[in-house]
């Protein structure tokens, strides 16, 4: 297909006129009921034939222009229509000034739109328009599929993971080849969604579509929680206003209030409807609709909550700010430069700024940020010793990491590593096969899993190692290569990782595992290698054989078993030394048993890996033994071969052993990734976080599995009071579809601790559902235990529908009057649905 050749007339008008649908309307289809009548089914055959074998622009237009008179549609005036557009540029360039982006250029070239190739194949590049819409966070795409609803042409900035300028995807880098790459940019979706390619028509649109979206992601996730709140709400307050007349009817708030997913009773909606009306006009404008938004965004809990600090005072003083720190929020460092600097980052109001005081606004704004978070603000950087040896840290690892979907059929991308990656991933899994042209692929062996090259993957690890943490990447190698192909893995990860690579011991590391902080910046591999720490030197033979240990063969799938059997009975590896040199302190060894006196046990860079099923068997029969073994040696444990469908099993019994590596399939989403994510944004989130003491003592006594006294026993109770929700957001998209939403508050840890609440069901409402319902929990372990809330839409006939979650380790909580900010089932943040709580833990 020639490059953005002159479209015809129809095109042409359909890129400019088309996306205006979206924010003024090209038609009034308010006028008539629908009738279908003798003279509509003549027409719309009439412009389908037209639409799959088109012809002149004219002729379209008057296909279209015949539908619309049998449909009673009328065309609006010239003067409406501006009237219309110059709304529009009104409400996005105030989007654009709460953004702070008033006047960019890059938002402006955004906002007009414009026409770019879609790639997704070598075959298939097609022009489509795309245009930012006038809330500053939405596109609208153009798609030709037919009955294609108005919402699917849709999606949110808040969707986005990252813009890549160039061939920087898949499907750039093999269909766009011929293309400059300063034309060329990909949009990285958050959740499972294809990636976005696209071809600019210059490297300045390009550079237009490149820099305005990660402007605005980047302003949009600095907007706190209320500026977040005011453009939500004024962005669906503009798609209630059908005939965008800016004055809001009574049929057009009740819409409204649907949008923001409460169902209210009519009577109480006209009630509230009439107390804003001050004109009397039975319509809703500038003012009256200011005084309805805060009327609807009033939160009684927040009063409450503000009087009893505050007292009779319509003001906090930094004395009684302090107070509420010291004795509600537990603040270990409350006094008045904490209050004081509270008041300078929180409070909106510069005559009480001026007077160190704090507004209601000012307590809400505060208690809504990051250091009102139940999540420990402190927690959010690395604050842990992260010079201890690596077998001190549970690592946060990554099963069969090329994996999108299943084990047997699923698609294979370097995608997959990245992702895994930007999400604190530290442990990486490589099946490494025999590809064509002398260059390996990794796949789940013997499955119908798609291939990907062995080089590609390592040059997206190259490129996004550390950008999520500065701290050691292991790449777990499961090698099933010929010694050919071994060598050009060899030259792989030699020439592509350059000096990220270890490949030699680190100096004075050679009796203990050296520390994350050490190897900083550096990449492990694990895998199996010929004799010991140092490799052999003198002119030895360039191969040797070593035991194999392949996953696939504890799979429980016919196909893949009996292939399995076809393989060698002695099991035997022939591997390459320049690879086997490669393997520092993770060398691939079989589990010969725990060691005891006289009995020499594993050397310290040696490492075992245990199917999730015999790590069970040996925490419930040994497992004080595998918390000693684990001290000195790491331990990676993965899925049990019937989880083909890369279900996942419960990390927290590994992580109580521990077990550091414990391996999860990162491509599916639910309460075992929950959890796992839980844990793991502790500690800045940089996939490392410090075991507790007693499970790096080399005499420690503690089992999990048969609990007894120790210095990990101090009890605490827990108290958890679920306040209020606000924002929730639907789980039904459809208009007339409200969540009935109900809390669980769970507690992960070790058998004894682990508890579950719910709140009763709220019908109706996920705009500001109210609970106020209060939990307690007894807590022995709690240096292991992760308390997680649960957001579920309610079903008396049906599985709950998830809404949202967050998990939080009990030691990351924070105490007094929290906001908990909710993730979605694929672990992004919802943009403002919050729980509010009150926590307490005491002795």
């Known amino acids: 297909m020639t490059e953005f050749s002159p479209p015809c007339p129809s095109r042409r008008e359909r890129a400019e006129d088309t996306p205006l649908w979206a924010r003024p309307r090209l038609l009034d289809s308010s006028s008539a009921p629908l009738r279908l009548d003798s003279a509509l089914l003549p027409a719309l055959a009439g412009f389908w034939r037209l639409r799959r074998c088109p012809g002149p622009g004219s002729r379209v237009a008057g296909a279209l222009r015949g539908i619309m008179q049998c449909l009673g549609v009328r065309r609006r005036s010239r003067s409406r229509e501006l009237y219309l557009q110059e709304q529009s540029l009104k409400v996005a360039a105030l989007n654009g000034q709460r953004l702070g982006l ?90 499972q969604r294809n990636t976005l390619d696209l071809i600019a028509p210059s490297p300045a649109d390009a550079q237009h579509w490149v820099q305005g979206l990660r402007k605005i992601i980047h302003h949009s996730g600095s907007m706190d929680q209320q500026q977040k709140l005011r453009h939500w709400i004024h962005s669906c307050l503009r798609k209630a206003d059908k005939n965008k007349d800016n004055k809001m009817s009574f049929k057009e708030l009740q819409n409204f209030l649907k949008e923001l997913n409460i169902q209210v009773d009519d009577s109480y909606a006209r009630k509230i409807f009439r107390e804003c009306d001050h004109s009397q006009t039975d319509s809703l404008e500038d003012e009256e609709i200011e005084a309805f938004y805060k009327m609807l965004t009033h939160r009684k809990e ?33 006094g008045p430069a904490l209050a004081l600097s509270l008041i300078e980052r929180y409070e909106p109001n510069e005559t009480a700024k001026a007077q160190r005081q704090m507004t209601k606004d000012g307590f809400l704004m505060y208690l809504l940020s990051a250091d009102g978070s139940a999540f420990s603000l402190a927690h959010r950087r690395v604050y842990q010793d992260m010079g201890q040896p690596l077998s001190h840290y549970l690592v946060s690892s990554s099963h069969n990491t090329y994996l999108l979907e299943d084990q047997l059929t699923g698609p294979s991308s370097t995608e997959a590593y990245i992702r895994a990656l930007c999400k604190g991933c530290r442990c990486l899994e490589l099946d490494c096969w025999d590809g064509p ?18 080089c590609d993957v390592l040059r997206a690890i190259r490129d996004y ?93 016919e196909a893949v078993r009996s292939r399995v059997q076809h393989k060698a009975k002695e099991d035997k590896l022939r591997l390459v030394k320049e690879l086997s040199d490669m393997v520092i302190y993770c060398k691939s060894v079989h589990f010969g048993g725990f060691s005891s006196s006289g009995t020499p046990g594993q050397a310290f860079y040696e490492m075992a890996s245990f199917s999730e099923n015999r790590a069970l068997r040996l925490l419930q029969e040994s497992g004080n033994s595998f918390v000693r073994h684990n001290v000195g040696h790491l331990s990676r444990i993965y899925p049990a071969g019937w989880r083909t469908d890369s279900s996942n099993y419960s990390p ?32 800045g989130a940089c996939g490392y976080v410090l075991k507790p003491a007693f499970l790096r003592d080399p005499n420690s006594t503690f089992n999990s599995c048969a609990l007894a006294q120790g210095p990990w026993w101090t009890q605490k109770k827990l108290s958890v009071t679920v306040i209020s ?119």
């Open 302 to 334: 927040i009063d409450s909550t503000f009087a009893k600090a505050a007292g009779a005072r319509e003001t906090l003083s930094v004395d009684q700010l302090v107070a509420f720190l010291q004795h509600q929020q537990r603040e270990e460092a409350a």
């Open 652 to 683: 927290v019994d590994m992580w109580n052993g521990g077990c550091q590596i414990v391996a999860l399939n990162f491509q599916t989403p639910g309460p075992e990734m929950d959890v796992y994510q839980g844990r793991f944004q502790d500690n």
């Open 725 to 843: 929700g606000q924002q929730l957001p639907k789980v039904n998209k459809n208009k007339n579809s409200i969540v009935d939403p109900k809390v669980t508050v769970e507690i992960h840890g070790v058998g004894k601790d682990t508890a579950s609440r719910q709140t009763p069901v709220v019908t109706n409402n996920g705009f500001n559902p109210w609970w106020n319902t209060e939990f307690e929990f007894e807590v022995v372990v709690p240096e292991l235990a992760l308390v997680r809330f649960v957001v579920e839409d309610y079903d008396a006939s049906s599985k709950n529908d998830f809404i949202g979650q967050s998990t939080i380790p009990l030691s990351s909580l924070k105490q007094g009057y929290r906001h908990v900010h909710l993730l979605s089932k694929n672990g992004d943040q919802h943009p403002s649905a919050t729980l509010f709580v009150k926590v307490s833990l005491q002795d």
């Open 102 to 191: 008033q006047d960019d250029k890059d938002l402006q070239a955004l906002l007009k739109g414009g026409q770019l190739l879609k790639v997704k194949s070598s075959s298939w590049r097609r022009e489509r328009f795309y245009k930012l819409q006038e809330d500053c966070k939405t596109i609208w795409q153009e798609s030709r599929k037919v009955m294609r609803t108005p919402e699917s042409q849709m999606f949110s900035i808040e969707d986005i993971q990252e813009v890549r300028m160039g061939h920087r995807t898949e499907g750039l880098e093999k269909f766009a080849r011929d293309v400059p790459e300063d034309r060329c940019f990909s949009i990285v979706f958050k959740d």
């Open 437 to 454: 042209n002398q260059e390996p692929v990794i796949y789940h062996g013997y499955t119908f899993t798609s291939k990907i090259l062995f």
């Open 465 to 557: 190692a550390f950008k999520a943490s500065p701290y050691p990447v292991i790449l777990s190698l499961e090698n099933h290569c010929s010694l050919e192909q071994q060598q050009v893995m060899a030259r792989h990860l030699r020439t592509i990782l350059g000096p990220m690579l270890l490949d030699r011991p680190l100096d004075g590391a050679t009796t203990s595992l050296p520390s994350p902080e050490q190897l900083k910046g550096k990449i492990l591999l694990k895998g199996k290698k010929l004799g010991g720490l140092m490799p052999a030197g003198g002119e030895g033979s360039p191969e040797a054989t070593v035991s194999d240990e392949d996953e696939a063969a504890e799979m429980e799938d």
